[in-house]
């Protein structure tokens, strides 16, 4: 049976630390992942995690959909040559036309940027409408893997989608994201997966932000709460899929 990988998506180097030592084999790093889905982390937030464990670095710089200008594309290529020269094993990246596709312009580009490190499409792919169609694209443009729950809400719940991705995938890694924790992910077991992916977080009071100065005797808002890493979560996940052999 092929190795099935664990990656843990972080926000820091505590989360890096914490997947290294349950044994996860990269993390997948990135900044408000809470907040906005996630968004590109600073260099040395890049530098700091790439010393602990092989680290992806999701590179989008903004909020919202994926369908990206010119501008966009560009700043975002200069983000990947950054965060690669900062130690990035991989990058993480996603463009979408108004179509429903994926963007193989943006991608193209995005994917030279990266200069032979592993590109992962992100959940972007959730988004077209042919998604067997889009793994072709990725297979042209020489993409390692794609990130995806089949298109569904969670996917553990989508071991039929996720199957009939790696049948099709035609060399490109499928990695199933979205919802994955340890106590659904042995509902996608043995269907051929490269990867599981999963935040494996929790949120923690670390006092109230704004605005207008909050006073500190007011009840602490939800936005106010900081995602970290939860250690239990990342090695209970690890040893789930270790277990599949």
Same mark, same amino acid.
Not at 17 to 21: E, P
Not at 76 to 86: E, P, Q
Not at 123 to 128: I, M, N, P, S
């Given at each position: 049976?092929?190795?099935?990988r664990v990656e ?6 505590v989360?890096a ?5 349950a ?7 990135c900044?408000?992942?809470?907040a906005?889905?996630?968004l590109?982390?600073?260099l040395?937030?890049v530098?700091?995690?790439a010393r602990?464990?092989e680290?992806?670095v999701l590179?989008?710089l903004?909020?919202?959909?994926f369908?990206?200008?010119e501008?966009?594309i560009?700043l ?8 690669? /020269?900062?130690g ?6 996603? /463009? *979408?036309t108004?179509?429903?596709k994926?963007?193989e ?6 994917i ?9 499409v992100h ?6 409408e042919?998604?067997?169609f889009?793994?072709?694209?990725c ?12 298109g569904g809400?969670? *996917? ?5 989608g ?8 035609s060399?490109?890694?499928i990695?199933a994201?979205?919802?994955?924790? =340890? ?5 996608v077991? &043995?269907?051929?997966l490269?990867a599981?992916? &999963?935040?494996?977080s929790?949120?923690i009071?670390?006092g109230?932000?704004g =605005?207008?100065?909050?006073s500190?005797d ?15 979560a ?9 277990a599949?052999?």
């Open positions: 049976m092929v190795l099935v843990i998506a972080v926000q820091d180097p989360g630390r914490i997947a290294a030592d044994g996860a084999d990269r993390v997948e790093l900044a408000a992942l809470a906005t889905g996630g590109t982390p600073s040395s937030v530098s700091a995690c602990v464990i680290s992806h590179v989008r903004r909020p919202g959909g369908v990206y200008s501008e966009e560009s975002m290529c200069a983000d990947i040559r950054s965060v690669v /020269a900062a990035a094993a991989g990058v993480v990246v996603g /463009a *979408a108004r179509d429903g994926l963007d312009v943006a991608l193209a580009q995005l030279d940027a990266a200069h032979g490190v592993d590109v992962t959940r972007v792919f959730d988004t077209v042919d998604q067997f889009a793994l072709d694209t297979a042209r443009l020489g993409v390692r893997r794609v990130l995806t729950s089949a809400a969670c *996917a553990a719940d989508e071991a039929a996720l199957t009939a991705l790696v049948r099709h995938a060399g490109v890694e990695m994201g979205g919802g994955v924790n =340890p106590h659904n992910v042995d509902h077991k &043995g269907i051929g490269a599981v992916h &999963g935040s494996c929790t949120f009071d670390c109230p932000t =605005p207008g100065g909050k500190r007011q009840a602490v808002n939800t936005a106010d709460a900081v995602q970290i890493t939860h250690p239990g990342v090695a209970a996940l690890v040893a789930k899929v270790r599949w052999g």
